[in-house]
Structure formats: structure tokens, C-alpha cells
């Protein structure tokens, strides 16, 4: 049974599933070159039918994520266009009359009359029915508007597509994306800002199958995370990551009168959430509150009463439910700091964490639901490589014009061993090769990599590379084999997708010194091995043959605020507009003189 998931909120993804195995995901940004892009994902569609060879006839089903979405902030693109000064103004004038002043907003509909928020560039939906139609009937306008575009765009009749609960898709991509634990009871936890009316659910495996025995919508702890992000003045649904990577650089005085604040709001009840004080918003409430304190004892006392919540509300389900395994999904499981105080919790034997669990994830995990309610049993996900392959004759395109440039040179088929000198040297490369990763994270593929030894290649990569804020970390991809060199793991805990942060040791201290954080020394790591990722570990491992350094920095391949290349040309224009001294293609390398 071949399956099409599709999520076109909070980044556009699709995903092809076989037989319950997952044959290609990717997000439509990668094509469109438009960061978190929301809509139909049509452009991803077109590529992962191409690199599968499958033919929009022989799709049996279409899983769209999500039983409602809203068609006005569809219709805006906000998630997509969005600005920072955008969030501040919808603040002001949307839920400051609606909470605050308890009237009415037009905001939304005012958007509509604006340029930027009327272009219908990517857009593929109609969505003039909401100019006719009572806003009650939008939910089932919507869903119409959804199955006429499959059926336009693919030939597929209305009687093949269903709508996936939001949390019921991250329930299944956070069992079927682990592998499977045997001998064991095992609870499923999925937690984010919202969807189909809810933040949170609580499931657990019974007679082979995932049943949930809770859902909540007073999980508010990823909007409330959300919403300090905009206090400190990053963007919402996007920089939460830079308040975590902030969070360790303060001192306890400075983050407790923070932690105070939230801690006598949202409060653990049982297997729930209940308001101790109930703010009256979250963003003026807080924002009052917090005049006076230092930007970083915000980000740190956010962090640390969240890490305090989870513990707690963890440990209830855990004890409830009998479990000792943990499956984890959902937007708040993309905290790795978090995910490292619940790792390290007596009460669990294994957590596992999938790669992205973002929204993102969907698309795979409504294909999932969808499969296992016709029988068709979902396969463990082996890995996360699952977009299109450049190839060597793209590649070769791509670069014919430096060939003749007196400020280019180009190598046909180097060695990895020539790559690893070049990188000992403190050479930083690109590395665009193999089928691209799904997600948000970086695992080799659109990679930028570089010597992790040396210190002063944080700074570099950060000021000419990826123009990012001084204090985010990088992150290391570690060799298997050496993982207990550098990783304090004693669960051995999977970390193949960068979704949980470990303390370091002393011999990472020094050898992965420009890739763990800067103040508190943890460490994300992806661990390779010649199973996931044959390529890329080889470089690896020649690079370990000339330095001893089991382990390179990897970053994403992409300039600060664009999403991670996708093709050669891509990579090349990357390239060229960056500090990278390589970029690595397949069958050529191609350097700066």
C-alpha cells in the first residue's frame, strides 16, 4: 500500500510511504527557498514522486495532517511571512483587545488588505470562500478546498484522502520513528503549542497498538516558551532554540526572580496542568513582570522551571502508566536541554527522541496512523536521510564556470583523505552529498563542516559563515565507536539525530572544544556509524586517522535565516555568498584560492 502524508502548516512537508516503510520526506522550503514555508506542499510532492519512481496512479491514500486549519492565517502566510515587528504588532492589536480589553479584532482580515499579505505567490489553495461562506462552515470549506487540490494536482478522488488528528500523527511518528522496544512498557508523550484543540497526550501500547489514555489543552508550556522568545525580542516559532542556547550562561541569582514568576503560574496537576495564577496573556503579563530583569535571566528562568515541569510531569505519567520507556514527540521535544534532564531521570530505563519532531514530522506520522488503521503495520525509521541526491552530473553543471577562474579550483573525485587534510588544516567545508536530511537538523549531508579542536573555528564559522548570534553552540558528529570518549551516556542512549544533549568529558573539552557549548559544556551530538551513513562516516574516520579526533563540527549548510540547501546550485550559491573555503559535491570539490 503506497500512502502520501502531507502537512502544509508549520512548514509545508510531504512524505511517501510503502508498505509502512518511509520511502521520502521533505519540507517545501528546500524547493521554494522560502524558510518555514507554509501551504500545499506541491513542489516537494513533484520531487519525492520523482526520486521514488512512484506515480500519482498508484497512490492507494493521502493523509493530510490535521483535522482543522485555519484558512485566514493560512491565507496570510503568517507562520511563513511573519516578522518579528509582525508578532509585536498582532500583539498590540489582535490579543491585546481580545484578552486584555475583552472586545473584537478585525487584525486578521485588515492583513488581507495589505500587499504583502495578499500576494498569492505559493499559494495553491482558493481560498475566496471565506469572503461568502459563515466562518462556522470554514472547517468543513477547508477540508474540501484540501481534497479538490490533491485531486487537481494528482488525479487522487476525495474518497482516498482522510485528516489525521494533529497529536495522533506525533503519537505515531514518536513510537514508529524508534525502534521498537521489546520486554518493556512503554508510554508515548507528544507536547507542543497547539493542534486540533489540544497541546499534549499521553498514550501507551496495548495489544500491539497505541492507545491514548489522556489529552490536555493546559500543556502551555511550549506557548509560553513561544512567547518569551518575542519578549526577548527573536522570532516565535522559530528562534525558541536561541533562547535555550542562551539559557546556561547566567548565574542562579539572575534567573531565580524569573523562575519565581513562572513558577507560581502553570502548575503540575497529576497527569495535567492547572493554572496556580492564571495570567491574564502571555506576552503583556509577563513582559510587565519582567521589567528590570536581564535578558539572560529570562531565557535561563524560562528553561529551568520548564526542565522542572517536565521532570515532574514525566515522572507522574511514568509512575501511572507503569512504563520505563519513553517515546517523545511533538514541537516541545525539540528542546535538547530539556530532553537531557529526562534522560537522565531514574524512573526511565530508554527515552527515545525521533529526528525534527516539529510539526514538520507530521507528514509521516498521519501516513503512519493512516497505514496502521488499513493493516498495513509502520516500519521502524532507519534513518533520516529521505530527500533527493544531487548528482554528479548537476554538480558538474554547477561548478563548469570556475573551472577557467583564476579564484576557484576545482578537484574531480578527492579522497576523503585529501578532504580530512584539508579540514585538519582548518579548512571549512561545505558538504552537499547523498539524499538530504529530513528535518531541521543537519546530519552530514547539507552539512558544514570543520575542525572541532580548534576554538577560534566557533568564532569563524559564526561571523563569516553563518552570521549567527555569538552565543548559540555547534554541534559534533561523533564516530560510533567513540561516543563513550566524549559523551557522559551511561543508558547509551541512541543520539543518531541531534535530539538530546549530554554532559561532556573532559577528553570532548578538548578535542570537540568549537562544537559542545561555550559555558556549561554539553554536547548534541550525532552519532555515526557506517549503517546510517557510509559516506560521511569514512570522512570521519580519515579525519580520526590524521588528528585523532574521533568526531568533525557540523552545522547546517545555509546562510543564517534561509533553510538548508537542497541541490548542487544551491550549495554553490551558498558557497560563493559565505566564508566557506570548499564545498564538497558529489565526484568534485570545489575551492577558494
Given at each position: 500500500m503506497i500512502i502520501l502524508g502531507i502537512n502544509e502548516d508549520h512548514n509545508g512537508t510531504a512524505a511517501i510511504i510503502k508498505d509502512g516503510v518511509v520511502l521520502a520526506c521533505a519540507s517545501e522550503e528546500r524547493f521554494t527557498r522560502v524558510k518555514n514555508d507554509t501551504e500545499y506542499p506541491k513542489k516537494t510532492i513533484d520531487s519525492i514522486l520523482q526520486s521514488t519512481g512512484i506515480k500519482p496512479s498508484q497512490?492507494?491514500?493521502?493523509a493530510f495532517a490535521g483535522k482543522y486549519i485555519d484558512p485566514l492565517q493560512m491565507s496570510i502566510k503568517r507562520l511563513t511571512r511573519y516578522k518579528i515587528s509582525d508578532y509585536i504588532k498582532e500583539m498590540h492589536e489582535y490579543w491585546y483587545n481580545v484578552l486584555i480589553k475583552k472586545t473584537e479584532s478585525s487584525y486578521y482580515h485588515d492583513l488581507l488588505k495589505e500587499k504583502r499579505f495578499s500576494d498569492k505567490s505559493g499559494i495553491y489553495y482558493d481560498y475566496s470562500f471565506m469572503t461568502n461562506t459563515p466562518e462556522s462552515k470554514w472547517p468543513e470549506?477547508?477540508?474540501?478546498?484540501?481534497?479538490?487540490m490533491v485531486n487537481e494536482h494528482l488525479g487522487i478522488s476525495e474518497n482516498k484522502v482522510s485528516f489525521i488528528d494533529h497529536h495522533t500523527g506525533h503519537a505515531y511518528f514518536a513510537y514508529y520513528a524508534a525502534p521498537r522496544e521489546k520486554n518493556s512498557k512503554v508510554a508515548i508523550v507528544t507536547a507542543d503549542g497547539w493542534g486540533d484543540g489540544c497541546n499534549s497526550t499521553i498514550s501507551v501500547i496495548e495489544n500491539g497498538k497505541i492507545k491514548e489514555i489522556h489529552r490536555s489543552s493546559m500543556c502551555n508550556l511550549a506557548r509560553m516558551y513561544r512567547?518569551?522568545?518575542l519578549i526577548l525580542g527573536m522570532k516565535p516559532n522559530e528562534h525558541e532554540f536561541k533562547v535555550m542556547g542562551l539559557a546556561p550562561y547566567t548565574k542562579e541569582y539572575i534567573r531565580k526572580p524569573v523562575y519565581e514568576i513562572?513558577?507560581?503560574?502553570?502548575?503540575v496537576d497529576g497527569l495535567d496542568f492547572k493554572w496556580n495564577k492564571k495570567p491574564?496573556?502571555?506576552?503583556?503579563?509577563f513582559r510587565e513582570k519582567f521589567e528590570g530583569l536581564r535578558f539572560d535571566g529570562i531565557a535561563a528562568g524560562i528553561q529551568l522551571w520548564l526542565e522542572e515541569m517536565l521532570v515532574e510531569w514525566i515522572t507522574n505519567i511514568m509512575k501511572h502508566t507503569g512504563a520505563d520507556v519513553l517515546y517523545y514527540s511533538g514541537g516541545l521535544s525539540m528542546n535538547v536541554k530539556a530532553n537531557k534532564v529526562l534522560a537522565?531521570?531514574?524512573i526511565l530505563k530508554n527515552f527515545h527522541v525521533p529526528p525534527s519532531g516539529g510539526d514538520e514530522s507530521l507528514a509521516i506520522g498521519a501516513a503512519f496512523v493512516l497505514a496502521k488503521e488499513k493493516g498495513d503495520e509502520p516500519k521502524t525509521l532507519e534513518n533520516a536521510y529521505l530527500g533527493c541526491s544531487p548528482t554528479v552530473e548537476e554538480s558538474t553543471v554547477a561548478v563548469a564556470k570556475f573551472r577557467n577562474d583564476k579564484g576557484f579550483k576545482v578537484i574531480d573525485n578527492p579522497s576523503n583523505e585529501f578532504i580530512a587534510g584539508l579540514l585538519a588544516e582548518s579548512k571549512v567545508l561545505g558538504r552537499c552529498v547523498g539524499k538530504m536530511e529530513f528535518g531541521a537538523r543537519s546530519l552530514g549531508n547539507r552539512a558544514i563542516?570543520?575542525?572541532p579542536s580548534k576554538h577560534e573555528n566557533l568564532l569563524l564559522i559564526n561571523e563569516k559563515i553563518k552570521f549567527r548570534d555569538f552565543w548559540m553552540p555547534f554541534t559534533p558528529s561523533i564516530l560510533l565507536e567513540r561516543a563513550n570518549d566524549y559523551l557522559i551516556n551511561p543508558k547509551?542512549?541512541?543520539a543518531e539525530y541531534m535530539t538530546i544533549a549530554f554532559d561532556s568529558t573532559e577528553e570532548a573539552r578538548k578535542d570537540l572544544q568549537a562544537a559542545i557549548h561555550p559555558y556549561d559544556y554539553t554536547v548534541r551530538p550525532q552519532l555515526v556509524s557506517p549503517e546510517t551513513n557510509k559516506e560521511y562516516y569514512d570522512i570521519l574516520k580519515a579525519f580520526e586517522k590524521r588528528t585523532g579526533i574521533g568526531g568533525v563540527l557540523n552545522t547546517s549548510l545555509n546562510l543564517h535565516g534561509f533553510p538548508i540547501v537542497c541541490t548542487s546550485q544551491d550549495a554553490i550559491d551558498t558557497f560563493i555568498n559565505s566564508g566557506l573555503d570548499g564545498m564538497i559535491l558529489p565526484g568534485i570539490l570545489i575551492l577558494k584560492n
Open positions: 497512490i492507494d491514500l493521502v470549506m477547508m477540508n474540501k478546498m484540501r481534497c479538490k512567547w518569551v522568545t513562572y513558577k507560581e503560574t502553570l502548575v491574564s496573556d502571555m506576552y503583556f503579563y537522565e531521570l531514574p563542516l570543520c575542525d547509551n542512549l541512541k
